[in-house]
């Protein structure tokens, strides 16, 4: 058992640190360690102190106090620390899904949400995003395991009120089993924090993070919410892989979920204010089509003019003007960019107007 190449990986790695304009990745441009200890509010010394011993299996009881916290009715017991949302997906899925298991997504999706399931002989049925944020669209889907990653990647498409409702209802009531992704929770379009579906009474579970949000990527901590037996198999199960996540990781983990309200508003304006910028102008951009306005998260979806190639277009852009956007030929649809808005505003800006400008793109 094998899962297909990581599609955008390799152009991530290829571009992500030599570009001059970021908008390929899904995360917050990254702080500095010294940087990241103010925002956490945890001094040098305090670091220094830190025992090298292995973490808890689980994850230290406070760090998932404060995770537990984030969901309403969660207890610690239902948390486990992992490293990145990616292995707490990876465990779910093996745990959730046999052959032959129908599992159904928004598409386009970020791989892992499906390549690991195919893997593991599943059935995928794609939910496109046009009609994915519509409760009817669902109720339509015969499935055994629904997949919401919201706000999602790579529209940065989220639920209308009533049709939120109305969805959690009828999986509640058909008692389906619902996984959600929460990775861009913590950037709604609006407030403070986005909503979760989580709620372990009705075997609706979560992954999430703070890690992208935050700036933070190379911490590699994330989470899997779920009931207390599913939570003691995915453990055992993370003992086989990763073990524990570093202490220091987890130390400072707890200081930026105990410290959030200090420094993420200005994280949230800065994002907010890119995608204002991006929607002003992304008509004047050469050979784009339609662009939907994300709801929330960081990332948004460009039309590209019907028959041009993403791949190529996102090469020559990055060759002239060093502005790197992900093709999505990567998330397999042709035609579309994804665009991330996690630059710092003034080089987003100024990445705009060099994109804006080079009109021998094609
Ligand atoms: C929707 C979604 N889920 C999960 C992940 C994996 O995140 P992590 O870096 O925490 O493993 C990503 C990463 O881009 C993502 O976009």
Redesign the pocket.
């Known amino acids: 058992m094998e899962p297909r190449e990581f599609f955008i990986e390799d152009r991530l790695e290829r571009f992500r640190l030599k570009a001059f304009c970021n908008l390929g990745e ?1 995360g917050l441009g990254f702080f500095r360690l010294e940087e990241v200890l103010r925002m956490a509010n945890v001094s040098v010394s305090e670091l220094s102190d830190i025992p090298m011993n292995d973490a808890p299996n689980q994850g230290s009881l406070e760090l998932r106090k404060a995770i537990a916290n984030l969901y309403p009715g969660v207890s610690p017991n239902q948390v486990l620390v992992t490293t ?4 707490a ?1 990876y465990l779910a899925f093996h745990l959730m899904v046999k052959p032959k298991t129908k599992v159904a997504l928004i598409w386009p999706a ?1 791989q ?2 499906y390549e690991i399931p195919k893997m593991l002989g599943a059935t995928i049925i794609q939910v496109p995003h046009e009609v994915a944020f519509q409760s009817s669209t669902w109720k339509e889907i015969d499935a055994d395991l629904y997949i919401l ?1 919201h706000p999602h ?1 790579p529209t940065g498409k989220t639920f209308p009120d009533s049709e939120w409702e109305s969805l959690l209802g009828w999986f509640r009531e058909k008692k389906k089993q619902v996984l959600f ?1 929460e ?1 861009y929770r913590f950037l709604p379009g609006v407030g403070f924090m986005g909503r979760t579906g989580v709620d372990t009474n009705h075997s609706f579970y979560g ?1 999430g ?1 703070f ?2 949000c935050f700036g933070v ?1 190379g911490l590699r901590v ?1 989470w899997l919410i779920a009931e207390e037996s599913f939570i003691a198999r995915a453990r055992s199960f993370k003992d086989y892989l990763t073990h524990t996540v570093s202490p220091i990781s987890e130390k400072i983990a707890l200081g930026l979920l105990e410290n959030k309200e200090s420094f993420l508003p200005d994280i949230q304006s800065r994002v907010r204010n890119n995608i204002a910028k991006f929607t002003s102008l992304w008509k004047e951009l050469p050979q784009t089509k339609d662009f939907t306005v994300p709801k929330g998260g960081l990332v948004g979806w460009l039309k590209l003019e019907s028959g041009i190639s993403s791949e190529v277009y996102a090469d020559r852009l990055f060759e002239k003007t060093g502005v790197f956007v992900l093709p999505g030929s990567n998330f397999e649809v042709e035609g579309f960019l994804r665009i991330g808005f996690g630059e710092t505003e003034e080089r987003m800006a100024e990445g705009l107007k060099r994109w804006k400008e080079c009109t021998d793109l094609i």
Do not use: P, Q, R, V
Not at 84 to 87: F, R, V, W
């Open positions: 899904s990145g949302t990616g292995e997906l970020f892992a949400l990653n990647n992704d990775h992954t993070s890690t992208k990527t994330g």
